[in-house]
């Protein structure tokens, strides 16, 4: 039996520990915040926080998670105004949305451990999060805001 605080709240799961995380907080939370792209650890849609730190939750296992502290998009923030959160929508920045999620985290994870990135860093960071839209200009610049040096 794996115990993860999800969220704050603590949850308990006794299926496959190489169940990924993803499907953990997907069908058993229902936190469908967080998306499936690729499955193979190359698309950024399914980032999460495992101990304030992000991670592909389409590789990340719950066996990983056991005893740790995962943040999904929906735990962010109570309120949704989280400084990532603000800044993405003074930028305009989602267009069909369904990397936004994983952009977000990936976004508050850099900040957490680096708040005022360069230009470089946040494009180093954010690479590997892919968007099918293009939005990744608006991306950089909505960072930057977010960041203390905006
Ligand atoms: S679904 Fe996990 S990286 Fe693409
Ligand atoms: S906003 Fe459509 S994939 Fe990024």
Request: proline share 4%; charged share 20%; with cysteine.
């Amino acid at each position: 039996m794996a115990t993860i605080k999800v969220n704050g709240v603590d949850r308990q799961f006794d299926g496959d520990p190489d169940t990924p995380l993803l499907w953990f907080v997907r069908d058993q939370l229902d936190l469908t915040g967080t998306k499936y792209g690729c499955g193979t650890g190359l698309c950024g849609a399914c980032t999460v926080h495992l101990d304030d730190v992000a991670v592909r939750g389409c590789l990340a296992t719950v066996a990983d998670a056991d005893g740790k502290t995962v943040t999904t998009i929906e735990g962010l923030s109570e309120t949704g105004d989280h400084p990532v959160q603000v800044a993405w929508r003074d930028q305009n920045v989602p267009q069909c949305g369904f990397c936004q999620a994983g952009q977000i985290m990936q976004a508050a994870s850099l900040l957490s451990a680096n708040p005022n990135p360069s230009e470089q860093e946040i494009l180093d960071e954010m690479q590997g999060n892919i968007c099918r839209c293009g939005c990744y200009q608006r991306i950089v610049t909505a960072v930057r805001q977010a960041s203390t040096g905006a």
